[in-house]
Nanobody, 122 residues
Framework: QVQLVESGGGLVQTGGSLRLSCAVTGRPLSSYAMGWFRQAPGKEREFVAAIIWRDGSTVYADSVKGRFTISRDNAKNTVYLQMNSLKPEDTAVYYC???????????????WGQGTQVTVSS
């Protein structure tokens, strides 16, 4: 059974940085793509970034391009989201997910983590 476990969320001031981690346990997902999504209170879940395990190809939402970086460590079965220059509008619960291909729509993702809270204070 595949499990995705996020960590690294917390409270940070505007302009600060956080690094989220998503550990994959169970069977390897080497043929999958891994994505990060976020959901703020009262808003729909939105795509943040995604990466293909095999070749490291990435895609980002325009709102985070240049500030966030997604990466993976194949040996550790872990995906990271480095978030710099954080803004109050980045406040949300961040979710890690796995899909069979690089995708920006949440319905393409088969596996989801439980989420980790990121709060950016002004």
């Amino acid at each position: 059974q595949v499990q995705l476990v996020e960590s690294g969320g917390g409270l940070v001031q505007t302009g600060g940085s956080l690094r989220l981690s998503c550990a994959v346990t169970g069977r390897p997902l080497s043929s999958y793509a891994m994505g990060w999504f976020r959901q703020a209170p009262g808003k729909e879940r939105e795509f943040v970034a995604a990466i293909i395990w095999r070749d490291g190809s990435t895609v980002y939402a325009d709102s985070v391009k240049g500030r966030f970086t997604i990466s993976r460590d194949n040996a550790k079965n872990t995906v990271y989201l480095q978030m710099n220059s954080l803004k109050p509008e980045d406040t949300a619960v961040y979710y890690c997910a796995a899909a069979r291909g690089l995708a920006v729509r949440s319905r393409a993702y088969d596996y989801w983590g439980q989420g980790t809270q990121v709060t950016v204070s002004s």
